[in-house]
């Protein structure tokens, strides 16, 4: 099975502007969480979405958003950008079940912002 | 609040020797903890959850709900276990995901 998949794997924005990163799943996976990964505050939980919708938010400020498609994709955005918004943007799958709550991770987006 | 507290930046052993990587953790339910690692160059794996009580590439965790613990034990240390480790707790009510990760500690084994 192909593993999680992130695009793009690299980004590089202004302050100001917006951002969508996307990720898809393990075929099979239906819950899909977003974490961000900075050299400060380490891995933190950002969202997570089951079926198109939201189940689980993490603290932060409403410029970050989510969705969910049908096929069990997802894409976060980010809206008016900060230069604190720098870090790997990581995206994680599971599956109902028994393996419910192992997370597979993706490779990750770096986005840079200037 | 739930936290995740791995004491240790930086663990540093020789080859053959013992390791324990530290982790301790707040929460007010049945906790859910794992390890993952992320190799060089690799992506985050899980690498054992405590439900599981197995041992993966020789090493092994116990949850010890006295002490709020979940440390990672390794009787001989090899150069391929250099790696991030991170200690993450599993905050889901009804199943839903949200790991709650520790800082991490960066293992690296010497020949």
């Known amino acids: 099975k192909a593993g999680v998949t992130q695009t793009p794997r690299y980004l590089i924005k202004t302050r100001g502007q917006q951002v969508t990163l996307s990720c898809s799943p393990i075929?099979?996976?239906?819950?899909v969480s977003w974490y961000q990964q900075t050299p400060g505050q380490g891995l933190q939980f950002l969202f997570e979405?089951?079926?198109?919708?939201?189940?689980n938010k993490g603290n932060f400020p409403g410029r970050f958003s989510g969705r969910q498609f049908s096929n069990s994709r997802s894409e976060m955005n980010v809206s008016t950008l900060e230069l604190g918004d720098s870090a790997l943007y990581l995206c994680a799958s599971s599956l109902l079940g028994t393996e419910r709550n192992i997370q597979y991770f993706g490779a990750g987006t770096r986005l840079s912002v200037l | 609040a739930q936290r995740v507290t791995q004491p240790e930046k930086l663990l540093s052993v020789f080859k053959g020797a013992p390791v324990e990587l530290k982790c301790n953790y707040s929460y007010s339910g049945s906790p859910e903890l794992f390890w993952y690692v992320q190799y060089s160059r690799q992506r985050l794996q899980l690498l054992l959850r405590h439900i599981s009580r197995e041992s993966i590439k020789g090493f092994t965790a116990d949850l010890n709900k006295g002490e709020t613990s979940f440390h990672l034990k390794k009787p001989f240390a090899q150069e391929e276990d250099s790696a991030m480790y991170y200690c993450a707790l599993n905050e889901s009510e009804g199943g839903y995901n949200k790991l709650i990760f520790g800082a991490g500690t960066r293992l690296a084994v010497h020949p």
């Open positions: 979405y089951f079926s198109e919708t939201q189940r």
């Open positions: 075929s099979g996976h239906r819950s």
